[in-house]
Structures are given as C-alpha cells and as structure tokens.
C-alpha cells in the first residue's frame, strides 16, 4: 500500500451545526491537492505574526456533488462555504496521522463546467476569525488583554467551530489596553493579531480544533523530534537536505519602538549595529511603563540573532509536527569516497596507496542545540516537506541542552530528550 491522502468534508446543515462526515478521497483529482504552507514569525524581517495556511484541491464533478446548493446531488445542501475538511496522510503501512484541518473560503471556489471540476480553497481554521466583526463595546478600554480574549473568544460565533478553554490562554504577559478605538469596528482577525501584539503572544488553532495562545517559547511538555541526516553513525538519516541556513540576522532587532517610547539593547547593537523595529500599537498603549514592559519583552526575544534553516524532509516523517514543536538536528555533513576508490580502514591504510573519504559539506550541526519549528511548508502530491527550523532561547548560548554523564558507565545520558547515546 502506497502513502495517500484522506480527504473528509463535513458540510453546514445549519448555520451553526454540522452534518454527517463524507470520505471524498476518491473524488479528488490526481495530482491537485495544492501546496500548504503554516507558520508563526517565519518570513524573513517579521516578527509576531501567523500565517494563515490554506490548500487548494481540485474535485471530480461529474455528479455534482460539489457544486453549490443549486444542484440536487450536492453535499452542500444549505451552504458550501465554512464546510469542514479534514486532510490526513495514510504512511505506507496504514499508519494514518491527520495533517490539516479548515474551512471551504467559497470565495476562492473555481467550477470548470467543460472538465466537470471543482477547486475548493481549503482556509486553516483560524480563518474564522476573518468573518466575526468585533462590534463596539464588545471590549473596552481598561481591561487586560486576558480579558479581552474572554470576551473576543468564549461566544457562539467562535465556539460554534473551535474549542476555547481558558487553560490553553497563556499569555507572556498581561497588560491593559488603555484605548479600544482601533482595534473594534473591524475584523476579529486584525483584534487578536494587534492584542497578540501587546502580550507578546502567538495565537493559533492546533489539530483538535483547540485555541491556544501562548508565549514564543518552543513547547514544553512533549518530547523533542530528533532529525538525523547524511553521516549518522547509526542510519537514522528522515532528512535529505539543508537549504537556506542562515545566522539569523535578518529577524535580530535590537531597538523596538512605540511611538516615542524606546528600548535599545546596548550590548547587542554594539555588536551586530543598529537594528530598529516600530510596533504599531501606540494608539492602543498610552501607559509608558506598560510600552516599556512590551519594548523589553522583546528586546530580550529578537536581539540576539538566533540561527534558522529549512529541513527538507519527507512527509510520512513529520506529518506529525506543528508549529513550535521542539527538534533537535544531528548533521554531521556528507562524504564521498575519492575518485571512486575503496576506503581503507584506519588502522590499515598505507601512506600513498589508499584513500579516506572526501568531506563535501561545510556546516555541520551538533545534537545537543535545541530548535523550535516555526514553519512548514508541503508539496502534498510529491510527498514532501519543508521544515522551517528556529535555534531556541534568548541569548547566544541558552540553546545547548545540557547533558551529565552516569557515573555507573560509559554512556551518556540526555535528561532534556531521555535518549542514550554510545561513546565512542
């Protein structure tokens, strides 16, 4: 059995209620599930935003059952647009791990009446908040930031799609807005992303249709993914390549503004020069002691530049990551023999008769530097990833995990990841 995707729509039967769960994956024309794309503070001189993920998919129309509710043989009986889809990845042995789930955007629906196709734009579910209007007095001046995001995200309009639990809203802090007046009479969207903001916050939407807001930190909890390539000395190799590693620099800010209000890391311009960035929130934030406390906040998150790279991987490997899920990276660089001739062993090589090996990479990565995912990118017809990774912490040094070593052998032990590995 070969990997596929399953794809499942389940359609509105009301405004606010779903109906029955159908498995379309026959219907779906071969080769046009689009590309996916996720991700949280991944494009290159941003800082604090998510992007919205969306994948386009072409169906086989021949009955109708995807045109709109006009026709008699559609699923779409009261409306297509807001229908749930669910796209899982069955791996080769069966093994089946869901991959994302969102929302039809009816807006970007093409219907090929000469092919009998049609594509559905398929919107990650956060896109919901794009169609909830916050109205005036629905927040208020004075209120903290948590508070908000009660008002904003415990209501029908949300909770009739997602699931708010106060206990997934964790904020990096918690400050109080002083004035409203920009962020109601518009999109919920444009609210949260300026409260997100203020709090130094990510809000995003994981795969069991749960909000989470929380800090930048890589997630604590779970076990690190651990990605292997070309070298390792025990073939464990679920990467194939390193692309656009970089030192960070481009997403290094070191002076953050308010209005008029600055905070500057001294230290690290010194080092790396003058890098400003402007946080248009001044008309939300008037308190100077709490734009200080937002300046610093991320002063200490974006001075330091912090290295990134992409992973390209296939998918049945990570299909089960997310963003902000914690990595590790074993690269040891590849090798080739030269000019195609054996390898001596070391202990019986002869001086001018046999050969090593020839390094052919220039950057190696050790396994004991922690990462964060901050974005993923997948080809979904050609089985394949892009992981975008972000080395984790602060400072320039905060991202070694430690290791200590059991004094009743010779191996060593890794408390962060609870793994073995070998002296050798």
Known sequence: M??????????????DAYGDTFDVSQYVEKGSIGQLRIGVDDTDYDVGVFNLGYIDITFLNDTGKFSDGSHYSTLFVYSRDRAKVDVTHV?????????????????????????????????????????????????????K????????????????FLTYNPSNINLAFDPTIDVVTDIENVSMRETLNNLMICSGSVLYVDRSDNIIVKDRAELSGIDYFHFYGAGDRFERTNFH???????????????????ETNVRNNSAISVFQLREKELAIESLITNITTRETILNYYVSNFSIPKREFKLLCRTADIA????????????????????????AFYDEAEYDEDY??????????????GFKIIGIETIADEFISIVKMREI????????????????????????????????
Request: aromatic share 12%.
């Open 241 to 259: 390549n390193i692309i656009n590693y970089n030192t960070g620099l481009q997403r290094a800010f070191n002076s953050f503004n308010i209005g």
């Open 2 to 15: 070969s990997q596929r995707y399953k794809i499942e729509i389940t359609p509105l039967k009301r405004d």
């Open 91 to 143: 791996a080769d042995d069966g093994t089946e791990t869901l991959f994302f789930t969102g929302f039809v955007n009816d807006e970007f629906t093409r219907q090929d009446a000469e092919k009998r196709e049609v594509r559905l734009r398929v919107l990650s579910k956060d896109s919901i908040f794009r169609k909830i209007f916050v109205q005036t007095g629905t927040i208020q001046g004075g209120q």
């Open 356 to 369: 090593y090996t020839v390094e052919l990479s220039t950057q190696e990565i050790p396994d004991n530097i």
């Open 320 to 343: 089960s990551l997310y963003v902000f899920d914690p990595c590790t990276v074993s690269y040891e660089g590849k090798s080739r023999t030269y000019n195609q001739e054996d390898v």
């Open 145 to 160: 930031v948590s508070e908000m995001l009660t008002s904003l995200l415990n209501r029908p309009s949300v909770t009739n």
């Open 393 to 424: 912490g602060t400072t320039s040094a905060d991202s070694q995990l430690n290791y200590w070593e059991d004094e009743d052998s010779s191996i060593l032990v890794n408390d962060e990841f609870n793994r073995v590995f070998f002296e050798v």
